[in-house]
């Protein structure tokens, strides 16, 4: 069974009629331009926006599972995250669990070593640069322990060696019952990373499938206004935008 | 932490008590109050110094939250119950009762009874100003409703019946907990209770906040719902010791900053410990007020402001540093 199921999903002027489902142990990847409702989606999932449609988590509406509860399985990685005060790593990975109430100092140092921020439990927030802040970020995630993680955009303004790094912790997270959906920009590491994709274009669903379905040189062309090559073929997939 | 502020907070009320014109013995003073004897000791302590100590720590107890806890909601360091138009509404709002007699059936009551509204509509405002915006906005709207109470209150003394009552108006404004009775902690003991209660039910939303409005919310933590409390709380505080104390500047600014490093800047960490740094502050610097030299005594007010204003630039250049 669907892990989430997204039935005719409307947002104001953002989203219209968006159907799809995500299954346990899915990488899903969200793709399209900018406005495509990437963020509006997720948004949906984690319960800020009052949406029209219904979304669906183990069959059973999300509207019944609000608040804490539904934080404790569903947790949004925002596109952007700056922490107000200089707390240290140690402190934001604990605001993971506010969903439960505790600090299980357990789970925060599991999360860290996952991301491998532990050594700096006990730095500031505000002293680690841009890359190994988003890993703290995601750390925070990590340690809700959510079975589905709605990472929005995660890579960007990381650098390659970090882009790598984090989509290694997302496609871990993505096992057995947990999942991942994660809006992403960069083509050729959406078509490798993830399971299935979906395509957006102005807040409809374009295309979904397996990366090979979706990322056609067709596709490309309608959503993004230009000619790109596809090659399957390699060991990783190659996506070239021409002239 | 909080058991060395307490310690802390017990010793300046002590000191508190035993500053004064005349010397007489403390225990004794208090324990003949407590048992109704008649006693000089026990009238100086318990009508006079007992009033006053306590005023000042439930003042700045209230002014150290209330600053702490917006500071919190708000994200931002310089937020302060004086930006945010809390405090001159809570001004204009008890002046009014002082000019025009409004709420004759409160009693004594009236002038906090309508600094609590006076806070509670300024600060409504501010954020209906704002709208869902950024922090900067919070700001902005804070100053504009600052200006427009603060040209009410004007206004007001403009009307005044006659110059005593200006000047009395002008006076208690400045801010000071002196000649006042316990009856006025009738008012403002529930207020730091409940006020206190509302923002200590939302210490989860002030951490989750720290990361944002939208982490806070996927949190599963309801930003709506909890801002207005948190605000609520805060009129409530702030309201209750202007319109008790009138307007004593900065505590509420400074204070959080003072014990963020204890408490490792944890938003939710620092309301106690908050509450009752400001209560030792406030305290302290009554007793400072007291112990100047005999003639026109400098208002508490003035006081916290002469040292607070500085320590604002000082905050304000810290700010800018971090931004360049």
């Known amino acids: 069974m669907a892990l989430i199921s997204i039935e005719q999903l409307q947002l104001d002027s953002r989203l219209a009629g968006i159907t799809l489902s995500l299954k346990p142990g899915e990488l899903l990847g969200v793709i399209g331009p900018n406005g495509a409702g990437k963020s509006s989606l997720l948004e949906c999932i984690a319960g800020l926006q009052a949406y029209g449609g219904r979304i669906a988590l183990d069959g059973e509406d999300i509207s019944r599972c609000q608040g804490l509860k539904r934080a404790r399985r569903v947790a949004l990685l925002p596109q952007r995250c700056q922490s107000a005060w200089a707390l240290k790593v140690a402190d934001v990975i604990a605001l993971g669990r506010l969903p439960w109430g505790d600090e299980d100092a357990g789970l925060i140092a599991q999360a860290a070593e996952q991301t491998g921020v532990a050594e700096w439990l006990d730095s500031r927030v505000d002293h680690l640069s841009g890359g190994e802040q988003a890993r703290v970020w995601l750390a925070r995630v990590l340690a809700g322990q959510p079975e589905i993680i709605l990472a929005d955009e995660p890579l960007a303004s990381l650098d390659l060696h970090y882009q790598q790094r984090v989509l290694e912790l997302l496609r871990q997270h993505a096992q057995g019952p947990r999942s991942v959906i994660l809006s992403i920009h960069d083509l050729n590491l959406a078509a490798h990373w993830c399971d299935r994709l979906v395509l957006l274009d102005s807040g409809r669903v374009h295309a979904l499938g397996t990366p090979q379905e979706v990322l056609t040189p067709e596709s490309i062309r309608q959503v993004y206004q230009v000619e790109a090559q596809v090659d399957f073929s390699g060991e990783r997939p190659l996506i070239r935008v021409l002239g | ?324």
């Not at chain 2, 004759?104 to 509204?117: D, F, H, N, Y």
């Not at chain 2, 709506?224 to 505590?251: D, H, K």
């Not at chain 2, 908050?274 to 508490?300: Q, S, T």
Request: aromatic share 6%.
């Open chain 2, 1 to 324: 932490m909080t058991p060395v502020l307490t310690l802390l907070m017990l010793l300046t009320a002590l000191v508190s008590l035993h500053v004064g014109s005349t010397d007489i013995a403390v225990l004794d003073g208090l324990w003949q109050w407590l048992n109704g004897t008649d006693s000089a000791a026990a009238i100086v302590i318990g009508e006079i110094r007992l009033p006053r100590t306590l005023l000042a720590l439930t003042v700045g107890a209230a002014l150290g939250l209330s600053g702490a806890a917006l500071q919190g909601l708000l994200r931002n360091p310089l937020a302060d119950p004086g930006l945010t138009g809390a405090s001159q509404g809570a001004a204009l709002g008890a002046a009014s009762v002082f000019y025009f007699g409004l709420f004759p059936a409160a009693g004594a009551a009236a002038p906090a009874l309508a600094g609590l509204i006076g806070a509670g509509i300024a600060m409504s405002l501010m954020l209906l100003l704002a709208g869902p915006s950024r922090q900067a906005m919070v700001i902005m709207a804070g100053l504009a409703i600052s200006t427009l109470t603060g040209s009410l209150l004007a206004a007001v003394l403009n009307f005044a019946p006659n110059p005593f009552a200006l000047s009395e108006l002008v006076f208690w404004l400045l801010g000071s907990v002196s000649e006042r009775g316990l009856d006025h902690l009738g008012i403002l003991l529930p207020a730091l209770l409940i006020g206190g209660g509302l923002i200590w039910s939302q210490r989860r939303l002030l951490l989750g906040l720290s990361l944002g409005e939208q982490v806070a919310q996927s949190m599963g933590l309801s930003y709506t719902r909890g801002s207005r409390l948190i605000i609520l709380g805060a009129a409530l505080l702030v309201g209750a010791s202007v319109a008790v104390a009138g307007a004593i500047g900065f505590v509420g600014l400074l204070v959080p900053h003072l014990v963020r490093p204890l408490v490792r800047n944890r938003p939710d960490r620092i309301l106690i410990p908050a509450a009752l740094a400001g209560a030792i502050l406030v305290c302290l610097a009554d007793i400072v007020v007291r112990g100047l030299p005999p003639g026109r005594e400098l208002k508490l007010g003035v006081l916290t402001s002469l040292i607070g204003a500085p320590l604002f630039i000082w905050l304000v250049w810290q700010e800018r540093k971090r931004w360049l």
